[in-house]
């Protein structure tokens, strides 16, 4: 079984300041993590993948994040956010079944 | 390629009456999935298609739920007698497997359900 725990519900953060979303999983097997943007009304877009390789991961927009064994975390940073990144924001798990396992959110806010 | 399309996007019902939903996946997937979200939550994995063959529901499926791929193509998702509870976004997302290689999986723009 796979879980996965996003620490922080809502982080509000100033524009042009950096920003950690937090990610931890637990499973029993080799996974693939994710993380997906979501705004209002709106299906999930895929932000980054961690599948194998490189531990540090780039996505679109700006936003990074690390694959980390040991700690099981896989954290979303931004070194400088933007308005238009006030958004909800998943992190998922998939094992070799594939489905993905989402944690809760964290919304985003960036205030001016 | 137009990415994964859902139809409708808003659907108001009475509670007992059945809806369908429609997800049309990146042509080339071959695995579609089905997820329910509510409110303040992250999406839940219902259940997903390897091409026509329905692989795994989750116990969130109960038997008032079907789901269908025919030809491998699109999917349609059937509550019958709807209740309040089922009122959510429902999501779908394809993939394409190759092998036992899994890639991403594309998101629809979800169907949001109102059982009144």
């Known amino acids: 079984a796979q879980s996965v725990t996003q620490l922080d519900s809502q982080v509000p953060v100033f524009e042009e300041a950096p920003v950690e979303l937090r990610c931890n999983y637990s499973?029993?097997?080799?996974?693939?993590l994710f993380w997906y943007v979501q705004y209002p009304n709106q299906g999930l877009q895929l932000l980054l993948k961690?599948?194998?390789?490189?531990?540090l991961v780039k996505g679109i927009n700006g936003f990074e994040a690390e694959f980390n064994k040991s700690q099981t975390s896989f954290h979303l940073r931004k070194p400088s956010v933007h308005i238009s990144d006030t958004a909800e924001y998943f992190c998922?798990?998939?094992?070799?079944?594939?489905?993905?396992?989402f944690g809760s959110g964290t919304q985003l806010t960036v205030l001016p | 390629d137009t990415g994964v399309s859902q139809d409708p996007r808003h659907k108001i019902t009475k509670r007992g009456q059945n809806v369908t939903f429609r997800c049309d996946p990146i042509s080339e997937h071959n695995r579609l999935y089905w997820y329910r979200q509510t409110l303040g939550q992250g999406p839940e994995f219902l259940t997903y298609?390897?091409?026509?063959?329905?692989?795994?529901k989750s116990r969130l499926l109960s038997d008032r739920f079907s789901a269908e791929r025919p030809k491998g193509s699109f999917s349609t998702l059937e509550i019958q007698r709807t209740e309040q509870g089922d009122s959510a976004m429902y999501l779908c997302?394809?993939?394409?497997?190759?092998?036992?290689?899994?890639?991403?999986?594309?998101f629809g723009p979800g169907t949001r359900l109102t059982v009144t």
């Open positions: 961690y599948l194998s390789g490189s531990t």
């Open positions: 499973s029993s097997v080799s996974v693939y």
């Open positions: 997302a394809s993939s394409l497997l190759v092998g036992d290689k899994a890639y991403e999986q594309y």
């Open positions: 298609f390897q091409n026509e063959a329905q692989l795994e």
């Open positions: 998922a798990v998939s094992g070799s079944a594939r489905q993905l396992t």
